[in-house]
Every structure is written in C-alpha cells, then in structure tokens.
C-alpha cells in the first residue's frame, strides 16, 4: 500500500532529507499531521537534530507548540537529545510566535475582546490549611513546598542591600513576607487583592507591625499609592503573562535606581521547553525596559514528592529545577 504523504514527511523529517520535505509541502503535505505514534514531522525533525528540516516546517507553518502524547513538544525532544541548533531554531519561532500573539491579543483587548485574568477567584471563598491556601475549585493559590523559593526570592530582592524600602505584591501565605521581615526592611509594602487573605493577615498580626504597610486591593487599582523601591517581588494568583507584562510596564517607576526586581517565575510550569521560552520572553520583554534579567537555577525535585500535590486539582509545576529571576536596571548590571 502507498504511503500517505504525511508518513512521507515525517520520515524525510527523521532522516533530514530537504529537498524531499520541500518537494512534499510544495504538493500539499500537511505539516501539522501527527503519525500513528502522535508525533508530527517538526517532532521528528527536532528528535533528530535535522534543523534545517526543522527551519523547513516552521517555516510551512508546522506547530511549534504540538504535544506528543507524553506531553513532549519538538523543542523538549530537541533539549532531551541536546540538539542545539534544532533548539535553537525551535525557541526562536517560538518567541517570535508569542510575541506577535501577545500584539495580537493586545490589539483585540483594546477593541473590547476578552483579557486580564481569572477575575473570579478575588469573589470567591479561600482553603487555609497548613500547607497551602486553596482556591474554590481546589487549585493551589499557594503551597507551603515553595518555602524554600520564597526564601531565595527574600535573599535576591533583600539580600544586598539589607531591605531598604520593599514590596510584595500578593501575599498568600506569607511565605515570602516573613522572609523579608526577616532582613528587617525600612519599610515593607504588602498589596492583596483577596479579602480572605487580607483578613488572615490582620489576624495574624501584619497590620501591628511597625515596618509594614498593607495596601488592599488589585495592584492594577492601587498602584497609586505606591511608592518606589530597593526590592520588589511579584506573586499573584489567577493572573496571566498579560497581567505580568503589565505589571513591568510599571518597575520604571517603582523600582529605585540599583533597586532589585523578582516574580515567582511558574509560567508553563507543566513544559520544560514552553518554560524556557516564557524565560526568554520576560527576559526579552524586560530588557526593552531597560532591565537585564539573571536567572538563577534551584533544583526542586527533592521538595516535590507525589504527596504533596494530594488533593490539588492541578498541578502547577512538574520541572525539576526552579529558574529564579533576578532583574536590574541594565546600567546597574554593568
Ligand atoms: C501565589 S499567592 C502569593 C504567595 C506568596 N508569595 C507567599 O509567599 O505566600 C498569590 C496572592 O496574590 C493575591 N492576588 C491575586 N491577584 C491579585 C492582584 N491583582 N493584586 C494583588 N493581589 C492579588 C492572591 O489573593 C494571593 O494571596
């Protein structure tokens, strides 16, 4: 039986055969096809470290973001076998996809389309339990396994300069803010959006404390009050990329000259390959700013045993090192 001339890309994908892909596509083989096996020919390609097939079928409009069905996209099949220039190649179309769909859904926000985040989690009621702070649907808002993050993220925007003036925007369970307490800060803003959460912090005690200001409310509606700082971190929950970005567009003016910037860095948490690149995204979108951005490894295998996420309905982060962001001023960096 003849062949499919899908099955035929794919197999010219593998074998990084040009001329047969170009010959292929100018005949109608659909790029975005997945084999028997549910890989498509950019998987094969990158599998393989063809990057001029890779190039080939991006450039035919193959998927950069496609998913095996074990969850690899071409790009983690060309980080497994380490296939720099395959990689290379794939991360690159990738951000140049997310940016133009970023302007894209920028635009459309303009002219009313949808936008922002989950505006119903801030109505709706909250979990506290020991471990972690749950939304309605049993999402984690925040997990006591972050501990040790929340601590390196205090030392980066604290460490330096001993706290000076610094803000928190989202408290959740105050992971980060007791370990910013700790570097006895000045001043230490806190903003919170959630009334549960805000409640929780009176009770505990936050609104006694002499170095502390709570600000209640959205940071997008609040940010009027603020002031500017020597350390800033950014935790929110129910937001998106779209709100982060956002939330940057501002540092200009909050972040002090010599000041330090960093955000709980989860975007794409589940994909080892969209993780990196959301990372070179922020730290492309940053640097337009005028910020450069380090990102600074932390295994976290050790603190994620199965157990943890019991009773979670999703899992928010399945890589095994954490890539903590710490952002200046690029004329501070040099
Ligand atoms: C992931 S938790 C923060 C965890 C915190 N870093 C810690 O160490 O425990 C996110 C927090 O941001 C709050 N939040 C969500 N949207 C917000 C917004 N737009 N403005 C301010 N706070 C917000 C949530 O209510 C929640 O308390």
């Known amino acids: 039986m003849e062949k499919e001339p899908e099955e035929l890309l794919c197999e010219a994908a593998a074998a990084g055969d040009s001329a047969r892909i170009q010959d292929l596509l100018a005949a109608g083989a659909d790029p975005s096809y997945f084999d028997s096996q549910g890989i498509t020919p950019l998987m094969h390609a990158a599998r393989h470290g063809r990057a001029d097939a890779v190039r080939l079928l991006l450039a035919a409009g193959a998927p950069w973001n496609a998913l095996s069905p074990s969850g690899l996209s071409a790009g983690d099949l060309a ?19 997310e940016l133009v769909l970023g302007t894209i859904a920028r635009a459309d926000r303009k002219n009313g389309g949808g936008g922002g985040g989950d505006s119903n989690y801030l109505e709706e009621r909250v979990a506290f339990s020991e471990d972690k702070l749950m939304d309605a649907e049993s999402k984690a808002v925040m997990m006591a396994w972050e501990r040790p993050l929340m601590e390196a993220h205090a030392r980066a925007i604290c460490g330096s300069g001993g706290g000076g003036r610094v803000l928190n925007i989202g408290f959740g369970m105050g992971l980060v803010d007791e370990a910013i307490q700790r ?14 959460v805000r409640d929780r912090m009176l009770r505990l005690g936050w609104g006694e404390k002499e170095n502390v200001k ?9 940010l009027s009050q603020l002031g500017s700082y020597d350390g800033i971190f950014f935790d929110t929950y129910g937001e998106y990329y779209e709100d982060l970005r956002q939330f940057h567009q501002h540092l200009p ?12 860095n989860g975007l794409c948490g589940g994909n080892a390959f969209f993780h990196v690149v959301y990372c070179q995204l922020v730290s492309l979108e940053l640097g337009n700013l005028g910020y450069s951005t380090q990102f600074i490894p932390l295994p976290v295998k050790d603190c994620l045993a199965e157990e943890v996420w019991e ?18 001023a690029a004329c501070d960096s040099e």
């Open 183 to 196: 570097y006895k800060p000045l001043e230490h803003t806190i903003v919170e959006a959630h009334p549960e």
């Open 253 to 264: 003016r909050l972040l002090k000259p010599g000041g330090i910037y960093s955000y709980f």
């Open 79 to 97: 980080m497994e076998h380490s296939h720099q220039d395959a990689f290379d190649a794939l991360l690159n179309a990738a951000i140049q996809a």
């Open 311 to 328: 009773g979670v309905k999703h899992k928010y982060w399945q890589l095994d090192t954490y890539y903590l962001p710490v952002c200046q």
């Open 214 to 222: 709570i600000v209640f409310g959205r940071w997008q509606d609040v």
